[in-house]
């Protein structure tokens, strides 16, 4: 299973690079929003920033949504660096788009996807990675994991190579049912990825351990 962070912060992601486990990246607009990134050019430098420290797949997302916008900006941002993945949202222009970044080589993510008919849409245009939503169909009392099961059927059934990408991961548990039923990726905050190495006992172990040693190493 990948590890993605789903960040625009620098050291955020920096820190995850350094544990060691990281394989990618994704953003969105409201993510770069966050880290106070505006501005085409600004924009365009933080991808490269961004990957010049992960060495993996990082998303940049295409704001325009019609077709010709689509392909025109998806083109800029798969020029910046070898390691841009276009994200493209899951819209029937969309679909025209990923269809075409996938005829010319160009790796693409299948955005707000929250359904499973969406997700065999993006997979026969091509998509190398399509996102769905995880915590966001939990807040509105959808199953989310149960998409992402629903999904896995489907590509396993005709043997899609789309990578299913769970997105919009909001704790350890999601990170957990998304291993159990092979989510090829998951992408989620520091936070989450840092909460899977917490457990009490393991420090009250630890503890123990250290003030063993010291007792017989005085
Ligand atoms: C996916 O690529 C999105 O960037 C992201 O996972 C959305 O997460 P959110 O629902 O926490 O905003």
Redesign the pocket.
């Known amino acids: 299973m990948k590890f ?1 962070i ?1 960040t625009a912060n620098l050291a955020e992601i920096k820190e995850a690079n350094d544990l060691g486990i990281l394989d990618g990246v ?3 607009p ?2 770069m929003a966050k880290e106070g990134i505006t501005g085409a050019e600004n924009i365009l430098n933080h991808y490269v920033a961004i990957c010049n420290i992960v060495d993996g797949p990082v ?1 940049a ?1 295409v704001i325009a949504t019609d077709f010709e916008g689509m392909v025109r900006e998806g083109e800029q941002l798969a020029a910046l660096h070898k390691n841009i993945v276009v ?1 493209i949202p899951m819209i029937t222009e969309g679909i025209k788009a990923i269809k075409y970044f996938s005829s010319k080589g160009i790796r693409t ?1 299948c ?2 996807i929250f359904s499973a008919g969406q997700a065999l849409l993006a997979a026969k245009a091509g998509a190398t990675y399509i ?1 769905p ?4 169909l939990d ?1 509105v009392s959808t199953d989310g994991i149960q998409l992402i099961q629903q999904i896995r059927v489907i590509y396993d059934n005709y043997a899609f190579n789309t990578e299913i ?1 769970a ?4 704790h350890p548990m999601h990170i957990i049912h998304c291993a159990e039923i092979g989510a090829d990726v998951m ?3 520091l936070s989450a990825i840092k909460a899977l190495a917490k457990h009490p006992l393991t420090d009250l172990g630890l503890q123990q351990f250290l003030a063993d040693y010291a007792k017989g190493n005085k």
Not at 133 to 136: C, V
Not at 167 to 170: H, I, K, N
């Open positions: 993605f789903d994704t953003t969105n409201s993510l998303s997302e994200k993510n955005t707000l996102s939503f995880l915590g966001r807040d990408l997105a919009s991961v909001r992408t989620g905050p």
